[in-house]
């Protein structure tokens, strides 16, 4: 397989065919779609927020993969990260963010704080029309 940088302009198109036909929980603040994320074919896409983020909304939507901002007002990869180690939720974690000036210190950062969570940075290019 050809090796994709996030970072790059086919950044979005790599994400997308990593999300097809996948369970995916979208956890943001706003309910706003990241653009190089929309029209993925196949997947089935639940949203919630983090407050709402419970161990009933994981049962109920049964994710492959968990997709929440890097940053975002009120909570961080981080918070979520931690309340999955809470809950004993192994589902993979996913950080969408615009291109980082260095992925693997932000990485080190996440996994440091959540130790044994299966995490990585999807940068995705601008996050905003």
């Known amino acids: 397989m050809k090796k994709v940088s996030y970072a790059s ?11 097809i036909g996948r369970r ?3 956890i943001e603040s706003t309910h706003e779609l990241p653009a190089a994320l929309r029209g993925i074919a196949g997947a089935l896409l ?10 009933e909304t994981l049962y109920r939507t049964q994710p492959d993969v ?3 901002p890097l940053l ?23 950080a969408f963010c ?4 260095n ?10 704080a959540c130790d ?3 995490f990585d940075l999807l940068e995705v290019g601008p996050l905003r029309n």
Do not use: H
């Not at 639940?46 to 161990?55: A, E, G, I, N, Q």
């Not at 615009?98 to 000036?101: E, H, I």
């Open 46 to 55: 639940s949203v919630s927020t983090f407050r709402l983020m419970t161990l």
């Open 116 to 118: 044994g969570l299966d």
């Open 24 to 26: 995916i929980l979208l």
């Open 66 to 68: 968990i997709l929440a």
């Open 72 to 94: 975002s007002d009120g909570f961080d990869i981080i918070d979520v990260g931690t309340r999955l180690l809470e809950f004993g939720c192994d589902v993979p974690l996913r």
């Open 9 to 19: 302009p086919d950044a979005g198109r790599f994400a997308s065919r990593l999300l």
């Open 103 to 112: 992925r693997t210190l932000v990485r080190r950062e996440v996994l440091q």
């Open 98 to 101: 615009g291109p980082v000036p």
